[in-house]
C-alpha cells in the first residue's frame, strides 16, 4: 500500500464548476497535511495547509481533514483554466510524503 | 515571503561527468533543506535531508557516494550527481523553510538534469 495515494487523473471540469480532489494516506501518526499545486516542468507551490479534522477554506480553495478516515481533499470553486494543473497531496508523519498527484483539467 | 533560488534550470552533461546543482535561501537561514527527485509524470520522492555543519541524512535506496550534499551555510545546500549516467536524468528539487516546519516549505524552481 501506497503511503499517500490520489486518483492520477486526469480530472476535468467544466469552467466555473467545482473539482473535487481527493487524497488518502496510510500513516495514522501523521500530523500536517498539505496540498501542492505544479505545473508542468516547474516545482510545486503550496496552496493549503491544514492540521486539524474539518474544514479550511482560503479563497476558491477548501481543504478538508478527515484523521478517522486517513482522507484529506481539496475543492476548487468556480474553476478556471489556470487552474489546470497537477495537484500533489503531501502528508507530515515523521517525514514529508508526496502522492503521485492528479491531474486537473478545466476546460473553457 | 520565503524565496529559494535553484541553479541551474536545466543542464545537460555527458556519462560520467559531475553536475553540481545549488540551492539558496534567498531571505532567511535554512539549517535544513531538503532535496527531492521526480521522473516524468511520477511523484517527488524525498532523497536526503541536509543538515547545515554536518553530514546529510540519505533515504534508503539514495547512494551516498553518487549524490554527493554539502550545507556548508546556512543559506547554501550543493546537491552533486557524481559520475552521471542517463538513468540519472531527472528534475531535482530543493526546499528550505524559516519555520522548521516541513510541509510549509518553499520549492527551488527546479533542475533538469539530461545525461547524454
Known amino acids: 500500500q501506497k503511503e499517500v495515494e490520489q486518483n492520477s487523473g486526469p480530472l476535468s471540469v467544466p469552467e466555473g464548476a467545482i473539482a473535487s480532489l481527493n487524497c488518502t494516506y496510510s500513516?495514522?501518526?501523521?500530523?500536517?497535511f498539505f496540498w501542492y499545486r505544479q505545473y508542468s516542468g516547474k516545482s510545486p507551490e503550496l496552496i493549503m495547509s491544514?492540521?486539524?479534522?474539518g474544514d479550511k477554506e482560503d479563497g476558491r480553495f477548501t481543504a478538508q481533514l478527515n484523521k478517522a478516515s486517513q482522507y484529506v481533499s481539496l475543492l476548487i470553486r468556480d474553476s478556471q483554466p489556470s487552474d489546470s494543473a497537477t495537484y500533489l497531496c503531501?502528508?507530515?508523519?515523521?517525514?514529508?510524503?508526496f502522492g503521485a498527484g492528479t491531474i486537473l483539467r478545466v476546460k473553457s | 515571503g520565503a524565496v529559494v533560488s535553484q541553479h541551474p534550470s536545466r543542464v545537460i552533461c555527458k556519462s560520467g561527468t559531475s553536475v553540481k546543482i545549488e540551492c539558496r535561501s534567498l531571505?532567511?537561514?535554512?539549517?535544513?533543506m531538503f532535496w527531492y527527485r521526480q521522473f516524468p509524470k511520477k511523484s517527488l520522492m524525498l532523497m536526503a535531508t541536509?543538515?547545515?555543519?554536518?553530514?546529510?541524512?540519505?533515504e534508503q535506496g539514495v547512494e551516498k557516494d553518487k549524490f554527493l550534499i554539502n550545507h556548508a551555510s546556512l543559506t547554501l545546500s550543493t546537491l552533486t550527481v557524481t559520475s552521471a549516467h542517463p538513468e540519472d536524468s531527472s528534475f531535482y528539487i530543493c526546499?528550505?523553510?524559516?519555520?522548521?516546519?516541513?510541509?510549509?516549505?518553499?520549492f527551488g524552481s527546479g533542475t533538469r538534469l539530461t545525461v547524454v
Open positions: 526546499s528550505a523553510s524559516p519555520n522548521h516546519t516541513p510541509g510549509g516549505y518553499t
Open positions: 500513516d495514522r501518526g501523521s500530523q500536517s
Open positions: 491544514i492540521y486539524s479534522n
Open positions: 503531501a502528508v507530515n508523519g515523521n517525514k514529508l510524503v
Open positions: 531571505d532567511f537561514q535554512a539549517t535544513t
Open positions: 541536509s543538515n547545515e555543519g554536518s553530514k546529510a541524512t540519505y
